[in-house]
């Protein structure tokens, strides 16, 4: 089997989570990356828990597959070492407040003038221009920036941050994408591009009916909970032991949803007829559901729904999602080889399918540091 990035190396300089989720989602995809990190320090998810035998399971998880070497650019041997990975690399990443590297030698424009293949990669907070280039940044500010706290959380309530660090994550993904979208334009230019992705930048991208709304009613949406703003019914219900999701998604799955709940007679009321009417009315519709609903168990209504074509669903904490069966019969828990070769740690594995390609990333294991150092030495011998 062949992986897409096969042949591909990468020097990834990044820490923490928006620079190496990038680079782990290149890894997953076949490159080789080796990730530098400060001696006797190294990533500061190392220290990260939680830990099993002083082994961080965070940083397994986001450096899987990756070699370590560790190196202080701003000693002179170190320097030298790394000045001979950088012509056999094919992309460099960063995610270091703008101006580290050019102190260091190593901006783009520098590289850029010696090896111009080479694609450059950065992911900070605010970008490499702007008047607050230069201010450092963490997921929760970028969250907050942007916007997405503000339609995140329940009415009346303050504003909450999303349970994920969604901050780094999708920045270290449009990071991901722009680079192997550089890769491809080498192939016909030879030349290598500077791929610059702020944080910011990536919570606005992803704000696609919250902009819209905004731009057309000339108001800011507000925080509607479970509910979707723009589509009804979207949202949590009740049934008699919990809740469960219903995602009626247009007038036809209105239509199954009613039947299957008994309530035929909604989808003829004019309150209910179209979408736009169903969100004018959307109080009133989840009580009319709700009455039906609290009748019976979760699991019913699901079965129901299911069997009808309409999209639902239980709400599932972590444990129960990484037991789904389908979450694992698309491989979406992976295990990891630990260093001390014990018990593997679990992972979310690489949601993209690839024909042809080996998802398990069962040789996929979290570098000790400074522990492919050997490898490293031999790869910069080969010539």
Not at 156 to 183: K, N
Not at 238 to 248: D, Q, R, W, Y
Not at 351 to 363: E, F, H, N, V, W
């Amino acid at each position: 089997m062949t992986t897409p990035l096969s042949g591909i190396t990468v020097i990834d300089l990044s820490h923490v989570l928006a620079g190496p989720y990038c680079t782990m989602m290149l890894s997953d995809l076949g490159a080789r990356v080796i990730k530098v990190e400060q001696p006797d320090i190294g990533d500061d998810t190392r220290h990260f828990p939680p830990f099993r035998d002083g082994e961080s399971a965070y940083f397994a998880a986001i450096n899987r597959g990756k070699e370590s070497i560790s190196l202080n650019l701003k000693d002179d041997a170190d320097r030298a070492l790394f000045e001979q990975m950088l012509p056999k690399a094919d992309v460099i990443v960063e995610n270091y407040r703008p101006g580290v590297m050019e102190r260091l030698g190593y901006g783009w424009e520098d590289l850029h003038a010696r090896f111009p293949r080479l694609i450059y990669g950065a992911v900070s907070g605010f970008g490499h221009t702007g008047p607050e280039a230069m201010k450092p940044a963490y997921d929760m500010v970028v969250q907050a920036r942007s916007g997405l706290m503000s339609i995140t959380g329940e009415a009346g309530r303050e504003p909450v941050r999303v349970g994920a660090s969604v901050g780094d994550i999708v920045g270290g993904m449009f990071l991901a994408q722009g680079i192997t979208a550089a890769l491809y334009e080498r192939v016909q230019s030879g030349v290598g591009r500077k791929v610059d992705v702020a944080m910011l930048d990536g919570q606005l991208a992803i704000l696609e009916h919250a902009i819209a709304i905004t731009n057309e009613t000339g108001e800011s949406p507000t925080r509607t909970g479970a509910r979707h703003p723009s589509i009804t019914p979207f949202e949590t219900f009740h049934a008699k032991n919990g809740l469960f999701v219903i995602a009626a998604g247009n007038d036809v799955l209105f239509g199954r949803m009613c039947a299957a709940l008994g309530l035929g007679a909604l989808k003829d009321d004019p309150r209910f007829a179209t979408n736009a009417a169903r969100c004018k009315h959307v109080k009133i519709l989840k009580r009319m559901i709700e009455m039906v609903t609290l009748e019976r168990k979760k699991k019913h209504w699901i079965a129901r729904l299911e069997a009808a074509g309409v999209p639902c669903g239980p709400i599932q904490n972590v444990a129960k999602a990484m037991s789904d069966p389908q979450i694992l019969a698309r491989n979406m828990v992976v295990e990891l080889a630990a260093p001390d070769g014990g018990k593997p740690f679990l992972a979310a594995g690489n949601p993209i399918k690839i024909s042809d390609m080996d998802d398990t990333l069962k040789d996929a294991r979290a570098p000790t540091l400074d522990g492919d150092r050997q490898a490293v030495l031999d790869w910069l011998d080969d010539g």
